[in-house]
């Protein structure tokens, strides 16, 4: 019996044991960041924003330094060849009563609209997140600040936003205090509703029993949950901010006479709607082209930062 069993020992090989590679997970590679990108490429709608929010970006922020326009200047004004000039070659989107091209100024307004709107945005999230946060844990300062929420909540926005306006005087700074004062406490109360729903589960309850610090406990096992919803937030803010600009700029409030926006710009070529009408529908179709852009990519980002979406 024991001669008919050969073992070739060529046909097998020792290996060594690695408790290193033991403990290996054998899992495809995970990186969030390039899940994120991956799911939200694949929404064309959204990739095709995308590119018309670049460009509207880059032409915002690029054509003004090079065009030099100025809201002020009325040296063609007399010059009757160079005045109301229907779109062209030439001027692509004509010319107005002062003979200055609209290409230019819808540009430079669209610089501004789109300057506060990102500004204000960042600050009311910074402020808003980091309260929100610290409110939705802390039943001490839940108890304060449900009473200057309930406050400020019985009273609209836009209101607050003009009286400001109007106490400060018009300039970019001060129309930007103005829409931020108190806007950020709407996304500290969305970020405080979060956070509750958050702080109650086990692995949160486990850390607070173990001693972890509340700030450690914010920004490590709370705050990084909720990146899709701040995300979507800030998909919401960005329109309204350039819609509260321009709406302000149309009743002449905030922005000084020498700074152009696409609110101003409106506002300027409203008496034009029927004769010369080129001169208000491409400041509007212009807003109206950023403010769904910004709309839409905010929301795909926002589905795209959800775990729960990656496949």
């Known amino acids: 019996m024991e001669n008919s069993v050969k073992i070739n020992d060529a046909s097998f090989q020792y290996v060594e044991t690695s408790r290193k590679e033991a403990e290996k997970i054998d899992s495809p590679k995970y990186s969030y960041w390039e899940s994120v990108w991956r799911t939200f490429r694949q929404n064309k709608v959204a990739m ?20 030099g326009y100025d809201p002020m200047d ?8 160079a005045r109301y000039v229907e779109p062209s070659a030439e001027h692509w989107f004509g010319t107005d009563a002062d003979g200055q091209s609209l290409f230019d100024a819808v540009w430079a307004g669209s610089k501004t609209s789109l300057s506060i ?13 980091t309260v929100g946060a610290f409110w939705g844990i802390s039943q001490k300062v839940d108890v304060v600040m449900l009473e200057i ?28 205090f103005a829409m931020c ?4 406490i709407f996304t500290a109360y969305f ?9 109650d589960r086990e692995y949160n309850l486990a850390s607070r029993t173990l001693g972890t610090p509340t700030k450690k406990m914010i920004f490590k096992n709370i705050l990084p949950y909720l990146t899709s919803v701040i995300v979507t937030d800030l998909s919401r803010a960005l ?38 009408p080129y001169l208000f529908w491409i400041p509007v179709a212009v807003l109206a082209l950023i403010s769904i852009s910004l709309y839409i990519v905010g929301q795909a980002l926002a589905d795209a930062t959800d775990p729960k979406n990656h496949v």
């Open 239 to 276: 329109p309204l901010f350039i819609s509260t600009e321009t709406f302000l700029s149309f009743i002449g409030v905030g922005l000084s006479s020498d700074i152009v926006s696409l609110g101003k710009l409106i506002q300027k070529y409203s008496t034009n709607i029927a004769s010369k």
């Open 117 to 129: 709107a990102f500004l204000a945005t960042f600050i009311t999230a910074v402020i808003g997140v």
């Open 191 to 199: 970020i405080r509703v979060q956070v509750m729903i958050m702080r």
């Open 74 to 81: 009325t040296s063609k004004i007399n010059d009757l060849s």
């Open 149 to 176: 929420y309930n406050i400020f909540a019985n009273i609209p926005m836009l209101l607050i936003v003009m009286v400001l306006a109007y106490s400060l005087g018009s300039g970019f700074w001060n129309l930007l």
């Open 48 to 67: 095709f924003f995308l590119v018309v929010m670049v460009l509207i970006l880059l032409m915002s922020f690029i054509q003004p330094m090079f065009s």
């Open 181 to 184: 004062l108190t806007s950020w």
